[in-house]
Each structure stands twice: as structure tokens, then as C-alpha cells.
């Protein structure tokens, strides 16, 4: 359900993007260009709540603007 996926980005996700090593982000880097559903999740979490670090690696990925969250009816299937 895409309000459950929703706050699983913006709790979960947004909280494992505060502080990451480069390995970590370039691993997220590499799911975001192989899943849609996981471009869609690197949406939700804002700007001022993950690191300089983060931020640069997911913002090409995300389908929204730095503070707002993509629409539950945008989610993409799972595979």
C-alpha cells in the first residue's frame, strides 16, 4: 500500500540517509537506477532531514522537489 510505503520513506529510509558511508550510497545509487519503486521512495525524504553526503546521491533520482513527497496514485508496480 502506498501510504504504508510512503512512511516507510520518510521514517526508515529518511533516518538510514542522515549518515552513510560512500559504499552504502553508491549500492543505493545502483537500486535507484534498476528500481522504479525505489526512485519513488528516494522521493519522500525531505532535503533538510538526510546529509550533504545523501542528498547528492539520491537528488538526480527523485521525481519530486526537495520538500515535497510524490503522490500515493504515482507509485509504480513492484516487480
Given at each position: 500500500?502506498?501510504?504504508?510505503?510512503g512512511?516507510?520513506?520518510?521514517?526508515?529510509?529518511?533516518?538510514?540517509?542522515?549518515?552513510?558511508s560512500?559504499?552504502?550510497l553508491d549500492?543505493?545509487a545502483?537500486?535507484?537506477?534498476?528500481?522504479?519503486?525505489?526512485?519513488?521512495?528516494?522521493?519522500?525524504?525531505?532535503?533538510?532531514?538526510v546529509?550533504?553526503?545523501?542528498?547528492a546521491?539520491?537528488?538526480?533520482?527523485?521525481?519530486?522537489?526537495?520538500?515535497?513527497?510524490?503522490r500515493h496514485?504515482t507509485?509504480?508496480?513492484s516487480?
Amino acid at each position: 500500500d502506498a501510504a504504508f510505503m510512503g512512511m516507510l520513506a520518510c521514517g526508515h529510509l529518511e533516518d538510514n540517509l542522515r549518515e552513510q558511508s560512500p559504499y552504502n550510497l553508491d549500492r543505493i545509487a545502483e537500486e535507484a537506477r534498476k528500481s522504479p519503486r525505489f526512485r519513488w521512495l528516494l522521493s519522500f525524504p525531505f532535503k533538510v532531514a538526510v546529509s550533504e553526503d545523501a542528498w547528492a546521491a539520491i537528488a538526480k533520482f527523485r521525481i519530486t522537489g526537495p520538500h515535497e513527497e510524490p503522490r500515493h496514485e504515482t507509485m509504480p508496480p513492484s516487480y
